[in-house]
């Protein structure tokens, strides 16, 4: 099979590595990918949105599957593009169509979604510039601390959570009024504030049978101690200890049935991941958001984990027999710790040296935001490198990724040093 893989992150290095293990394999293209996905298959100058290059390159390379990494193109409506080409209906997409899709697009859809379905998740209500008004009315409703989301993508850095309520109804008039995330934040929504620890649940799905993948938790703060900026994410840590089989079960009747349920009632075709944010308050799970795709640096601690060829579990999500495959498990710890450019998640340099990857041992170097440069490894991005190991536990996984990320060097590389604090 020659198969095309959407995107440049880590997530997509990570499928790439899992893919070239796969004897199913013919050949692999990534479109654009970066310098750790051109080690290992052919690079595709295409930016991921461009939909009438990406039917050409699948065209010329008589490509049998393509997989998408980030959520951009499938709320775009990718898949649909095409199911309605006579020339690309027969090809695989795995994700879902733009319908569900908005899942992830529109947070507001989502709270629908979930209420609809009895999904646990937290009181919420959406407003916009007509109904600035109410918005401060229900703030002064809430105890503190408040949470405010933009509705549409806003590349992960949507969701601002503020003590005051002052602070709280400036920031939404500046998303509603003053268009801060541009039309992502046309709507906000605005929730109850949930206490708990947080973990991700990735579901893959065929439409009607689905397989549970490994739990995962990611550090998304810059600052140690889950301070400072949220940044894409700092690094993950998969299995997450605290997710004993009873938390699973309630999981999976509560939230991971009626979501797959729910898609079927509602006709939202759905082939390809979903990513469950959760956060546990009181033995409890809930709902915070849906992703329509892997999360990343999730991926690079869930992929690793799973022994099966994977290219064999997406040809079953394609013909609909993912209820044919037996899901191996790796039962060990894995551990991502990602290195980001100096000044990341706000202003920051590029095209800085990236040195040591040939020196790492017993782990694994996915890159993210990096490209080549005169044969010479370059950042090209805020989260650069991602460094995952295995252990028996976490702690064990987490000192050969530390061990690791050391050998590491570009000018004003940072990385997390406590990752599992909270565990």
Known sequence: MNILILGAGGREHTLAWKLKQSKKLTQLFV?????GTASIATNLAIGVNDFEAIK?????????????????????????FFLNDDALKAIPVIGPQKAAA???????????????????????????????????????????????????????KGVVILKDLQEAKNELKSMLVDAKFGTASTTVVIEEFLDGIELSVFVLTDGKNY????????????????????????????????ANDEFMNKIHSQ?????????????????GFIFIGLIKVANEPKVIEYNVRLGDPETEVVIPRIKNDLLEVFAAVANGTLDTIN?????????????????????????????GIENVTDAIVFQAGTTLKNDKIITAGGRVLAVTAFGQDYKEALKKSYENIAKLNFDKIYYRKDLGFDL
């Open 31 to 35: 479109a654009p990918g970066n310098a």
């Open 102 to 156: 908005t899942l992830e697009g529109s947070k507001d859809f989502a709270k629908e979604f979930m209420m609809r379905h009895n999904i646990p998740t937290a009181a919420y209500e959406s407003f916009t510039a007509e109904s600035l008004d109410k918005g401060y009315q229900f703030l002064e409703s809430l105890k503190p601390p408040y949470v405010l989301k933009a509705d549409g993508l806003a590349a992960g």
């Open 211 to 242: 397989k549970v993948l490994p739990t995962a938790k990611d550090y998304k703060r810059i600052g140690e101690g889950d301070t400072g900026l949220n940044t894409g994410g700092m690094g993950a840590i998969s299995p997450v200890p605290f």
């Open 56 to 80: 050409n390159a699948v065209i010329n390379h008589t490509i049998t599957m393509v997989i998408v990494g980030p959520e951009d193109p499938l709320v775009n409506g990718i898949h649909d």
């Open 255 to 271: 939230v991971v049935k009626p979501t797959v349920e729910g898609l079927k009632i509602d006709n939202l075709p759905y082939k």
């Open 327 to 355: 899901l191996e498990l790796d039962e060990r710890t894995a551990t991502t710790v990602m290195a980001v450019s100096g000044g990341y998640p706000e202003a920051y340099e590029k095209g800085k040296v990236i040195t």
